[in-house]
């Protein structure tokens, strides 16, 4: 009787132990089929374009709109990545596609209060190079500088909204200019100009995002969101307004 009671709880410590060195089995199975063996390729990439220590964001607005893609039937190569590099350096990221072989490079700055720039760029490969198929950025341009924090913003009301002039090529509206915007209600809270070109049939967007923050003691929650594109003569003008203004 004795020998039963101590046998029953020691098969029980053996089938636990069995259990989990079964579930420790498959999880390590698990991991190792997860993990991707970078190709020699690959890893040759990742040395000549990786800034692994400290990098500098180097890239103006004007550099980035004037950064031709791939566009055969326009006659344009596009940009190679041995220009780009030599220019402006290593990236601060790096993803290398293994169907195509095609590689994404991200280049960003230092935060500056919570926010900061950054630019995405598709090289095709190409032969033994490769070329710029797509660009996306996100720029804070001290051409258009914001409202320092210490400073207080315009207060928007609803008759100032209402009053704004938006681009609409239906009737004839040109839009507000940045320059008459920043006139009447001062400088925005956030400024940030976007660019984007995803491949060669599709045409290059220029914009620039104005946020005023607008709240006080009596109103609270109070933004303006103002979407202004940059038009052929280089004017950046109203097209879209957005708001939550009760005042």
């Given at each position: 009787?004795?020998?039963?009671?101590?046998?029953?709880?020691?098969?029980?410590?053996?089938?636990?132990?069995?259990?989990?060195?079964a579930?420790?089995?498959?999880?390590?199975?698990s991991?190792?089929?997860?993990?991707?063996?970078?190709?020699?390729?690959?890893?040759k990439?990742?040395?000549?374009?990786?800034?692994?220590?400290?990098?500098?964001?180097?890239?103006?607005?004007e550099?980035?709109?004037?950064?031709?893609?791939?566009?055969?039937?326009?006659?344009?190569?596009?940009a190679?990545?041995?220009?780009?590099l030599?220019?402006?350096?290593?990236?601060?990221?790096?993803?290398?596609?293994?169907?195509?072989?095609?590689?994404?490079?991200?280049?960003?700055?230092?935060?500056?209060?919570?926010?900061?720039?950054?630019?995405?760029?598709?090289?095709?490969?190409?032969?033994?190079?490769?070329?710029?198929?797509?660009?996306?950025?996100?720029?804070?341009?001290?051409?258009?500088?914001?409202?320092?924090?210490?400073?207080?913003p315009?207060l928007?009301t609803?008759?100032?909204?209402?009053?704004?002039?938006?681009?609409?090529?239906?009737?004839?509206?040109?839009?507000?200019?940045?320059?008459?915007?920043?006139?009447?209600?001062?400088?925005?809270?956030?400024?940030?100009?976007?660019?984007?070109?995803?491949?060669?049939?599709?045409?290059?967007r220029?914009?620039l995002?104005?946020?005023?923050?607008?709240?006080?003691?009596?109103?609270?929650?109070?933004?303006?969101?103002?979407?202004?594109?940059?038009?052929?003569?280089?004017?950046?003008?109203?097209?879209?307004v957005?708001?939550?203004?009760?005042r």
């Open positions: 009787f004795l020998t039963i009671c101590l046998m029953i709880p020691l098969g029980k410590v053996m089938i636990m132990w069995g259990l989990k060195s579930y420790e089995g498959l999880g390590q199975s991991i190792s089929s997860t993990v991707r063996q970078k190709s020699s390729e690959e890893l990439l990742e040395e000549n374009v990786l800034e692994r220590g400290n990098h500098r964001f180097t890239w103006t607005t550099e980035i709109i004037n950064l031709q893609i791939k566009d055969p039937a326009a006659g344009q190569n596009g190679s990545l041995d220009q780009v030599e220019k402006h350096g290593k990236a601060s990221s790096f993803f290398y596609t293994e169907s195509n072989g095609n590689i994404e490079l991200n280049y960003t700055s230092e935060i500056t209060q919570g926010r900061h720039s950054s630019l995405r760029l598709t090289f095709e490969k190409d032969g033994a190079g490769y070329h710029l198929i797509a660009k996306r950025a996100n720029i804070l341009d001290e051409a258009y500088p914001t409202l320092p924090l210490e400073h207080s315009h928007w609803k008759d100032e909204i209402a009053g704004l002039q938006v681009r609409d090529e239906s009737t004839g509206h040109t839009g507000m200019s940045y320059e008459e915007i920043v006139q009447l209600f001062g400088l925005p809270r956030e400024s940030e100009v976007f660019i984007s070109r995803l491949d060669a049939a599709d045409s290059q220029i914009g995002e104005l946020k005023y923050l607008t709240s006080d003691e009596v109103y609270d929650n109070e933004w303006v969101h103002l979407t202004l594109h940059r038009q052929e003569d280089g004017v950046f003008r109203l097209t879209t957005t708001s939550h203004i009760d």
